[in-house]
């Protein structure tokens, strides 16, 4: 099918698209950002990352207003119009992993200052950076509509599940052991869990890409999802 | 300003309404059904809630489809406009609403079997009818548009982030001091996490009935967002 735009329509689409790739490095950039303050315990960065956070809740508005005023003017439909959903889609998407970093970002100026051994917070840095990649790798395949892509990341949450539900109960016997600890830990179980929903946030963007792409409604039940622990923990004394 | 609109149109948009007042209901009465099995640790409720959470994605899944469908067809621009992505907005909150509901029944399964005593998951449990309470109010006054009674929970959402957080204090130090306690406590701590997140959707509910009402971009600045405690607790042994 070829659509023909007035040069005004395109650069008002051209612009959203702009914005919405830069509003995914954003993203990108304070998820990594988060995860490197949390593993070298850098207050400095870990303070830009929540002072940065505004700066995605106003691209997530900016992108709003533009895709409002898009269906408002140019009123599309077909492909033209899924395009403006998922843009509003992934802008929420976004906006939430920032939400995510920024909270992995405070609870690290917590945790830096009592954590007395690093060696489950360096496991949960790796996972951290496996949920990055999993960011990282579904933009990429958003911007080229790559829907292989997206599937491979969205089949490869449950790794990122497990990954979680494992140093969730590391973290539980930590407390247990080392009641001292028992306020870092939970800050850590908090910022484990934010990795894990950045990888659901991930799963949710392949589902987007799928919408946009097939136009086919977002039914898919996710690989993995909500996968609270409700295994407990115990520990001879 | 007087719209006129076709038969056919009106059934379409009265259609949506009608499942959007629906999809409320479902929401607020997962939640309520989420928080009465945990106060009175009733597994078969709370099993009840898991299953039912289906149902809150289909109707969002249905929501989304049929908006799409009505900017398809329609066409809508101004206040008609608004109303269609306001519906795609307040979908959206009531299915992580009803994700929210999900996941603290699924935690009560775990508590309900290991916690000793009762106090704070009453005080948490009070917490969460608090939550309850900003989500009825925002979604009667949805309904009713009204700004002022959405104003009113929007301002109220301070009281339950303070609550969030001195219950916060209190379970960790219940886990300090009773280190068996440790895994049914970090799960408390999610469930008033989560009931403190109902209370931020309450908020985003109210924003979307601004941006319905006045049409101005939703640029506020909640009340108390991410209000992470970052204080810490130490208690002499």
């Not at 930590?174 to 946030?201: W, Y």
């Amino acid at each position: 099918m070829v659509v023909l735009h007035g040069k005004a329509e395109l650069s008002r689409r051209r612009a959203l698209e702009v914005d919405l790739a830069q509003m995914g490095a954003m993203a990108e950039k304070q998820l990594g950002d988060a995860i490197s303050a949390f593993e070298r315990r850098d207050m400095t960065l870990a303070d830009a990352v929540v002072a940065a956070d505004a700066q995605i809740d106003a691209a997530h508005h900016r992108i709003e207003r533009d895709a409002i005023a898009i269906l408002e003017t140019e009123q599309p439909s077909g492909a033209a119009l899924r395009e403006i959903i998922a843009s509003f889609k992934l802008a929420n998407e976004l906006e939430r992993v920032g939400d995510l970093a920024k909270n992995v970002a405070k609870r690290t100026l917590v945790v830096s200052q009592e954590l007395k051994t690093m060696s489950i917070a360096t496991a949960i840095g790796r996972m951290g950076r496996q949920s990055m990649r999993a960011l990282t790798d579904v933009l990429d395949a958003y911007v080229g509509r790559d829907m292989a892509a997206a599937q491979a990341v969205w089949s490869g949450d449950g790794n990122i599940d497990e990954l979680y539900n494992s140093l969730f109960q590391e973290t539980l016997v930590s407390m247990m052991r080392e009641p001292d600890q028992v306020s870092a830990c939970t800050h850590l179980v908090f910022i484990s869990k934010n990795f894990e929903r950045v990888g659901d946030h991930a799963t949710n963007i392949a589902e987007v890409l799928h919408f946009l792409v097939t136009g086919e409604p977002l039914t898919s039940v996710r690989p993995k999802g909500d996968e609270t622990p409700t295994t407990s923990v115990t520990i001879a004394n």
